[in-house]
T-cell receptor
Framework: AQSVTQLDSQVPVFEEAPVELRCNYSSSVSVYLFWYVQYPNQGLQLLLKYLSGSTLVKGINGFEAEFNKSQTSFHLRKPSVHISDTAEYFC????????????FGGGTRVLVKP | ETGVTQTPRHLVMGMTNKKSLKCEQH?????MYWYKQSAKKPLELMFVYNFKEQTENNSVPSRFSPECPNSSHLFLHLHTLQPEDSALYLCASSPDPAGAALSEQYFGPGTRLTVT
C-alpha cells in the first residue's frame, strides 16, 4: 500500500515569485510519481510524471519536480508563477506493478496574487 | 467532442431519488474510472473498468452502482444516497489498463452532486 502527504494545504504566492509544493510518500515497493493540476470547475490534468531515469522531471507550463528516493519526496517547483497558475495541485503515487491504482495526496491550493 | 465528458455537470437530488451520472471518453481508451472528490479529503478511487469489465470496487456502498456498456461509456447509478455522499464525482480514462501505473489518466470535468 502507498500513501501521499502534501504538507501544505494552501500556498499564497505573489505573481512572478517562485513556488514549491511539497510532497512526501510512503510505499513498500518502488513507485511511479505524478503531479496533477485542477483548475476551477475542471477535472485533473497531468503536469508531469516520474517513471524512471533522471530524477529531475520537467512538465508543462514551466513546472518541474525532483524525485528524491532517500527522502521519499517529489516536490514540485516553478521559478516564476502567473495568475493563471492559481489552482489546486495533487501529488499521486502508484506502485510499480501492472494495474496498480493511483493514490492521491490531499492537494495544495495555490493562490497567486498580483 | 474531444477528451472526457461528463453529464450532468451539477445535480441536486433527494435521498429517495434515483439518478445516473454519465461519462463518455472520445480517446479510444480501454480503462475507465470513477473517483469521488470530497471537501478536505483526498481523491478516492471508487471503481475501475478494464475492457468493460469491473476490476476494482474500492469498498463502495451498494447505493452506488456502476455500469460500463462499452469502452467509451461509463455510468454511475445512484439511489437512496446520504447527505455525506455530496461531492464532486470525477470520471477518468487511460489507454492501457494493465499499465495503468504508467499511462496517464485523463479526467472529465466532474459532476457536482448535492444530496438534500
Amino acid at each position: 500500500a502507498q500513501s501521499v502527504t502534501q504538507l501544505d494545504s494552501q500556498v499564497p504566492v505573489f505573481e512572478e515569485a517562485p513556488v514549491e509544493l511539497r510532497c512526501n510518500y510512503s510505499s513498500s515497493v518502488s513507485v511511479y510519481l505524478f503531479w496533477y493540476v485542477q483548475y476551477p470547475n475542471q477535472g485533473l490534468q497531468l503536469l508531469l510524471k516520474y517513471l524512471s531515469g533522471s530524477t529531475l522531471v520537467k512538465g508543462i507550463n514551466g513546472f518541474e519536480a525532483e524525485f528524491n528516493k532517500s527522502q521519499t519526496s517529489f516536490h514540485l517547483r516553478k521559478p516564476s508563477v502567473h495568475i493563471s497558475d492559481t489552482a489546486e495541485y495533487f501529488c499521486a503515487v502508484s506502485g510499480q506493478a501492472a494495474g496498480n491504482k493511483l493514490t492521491f495526496g490531499g492537494g495544495t491550493r495555490v493562490l497567486v496574487k498580483p | 467532442e474531444t477528451g472526457v465528458t461528463q453529464t450532468p455537470r451539477h445535480l441536486v437530488m433527494g435521498m429517495t431519488n434515483k439518478k445516473s451520472l454519465k461519462c463518455e471518453q472520445h480517446l479510444g481508451h480501454n480503462a475507465m474510472y470513477w473517483y469521488k472528490q470530497s471537501a478536505k479529503k483526498p481523491l478516492e478511487l471508487m471503481f475501475v473498468y478494464n475492457f468493460k469489465e469491473q476490476t476494482e470496487n474500492n469498498s463502495v456502498p451498494s447505493r452506488f452502482s456502476p455500469e460500463c456498456p462499452n469502452s467509451s461509456h461509463l455510468f454511475l447509478h445512484l439511489h437512496t444516497l446520504q447527505p455525506e455522499d455530496s461531492a464532486l464525482y470525477l470520471c477518468a480514462s487511460s489507454p492501457d489498463p494493465a499499465g495503468a501505473a504508467l499511462s496517464e489518466q485523463y479526467f472529465g470535468p466532474g459532476t457536482r452532486l448535492t444530496v438534500t
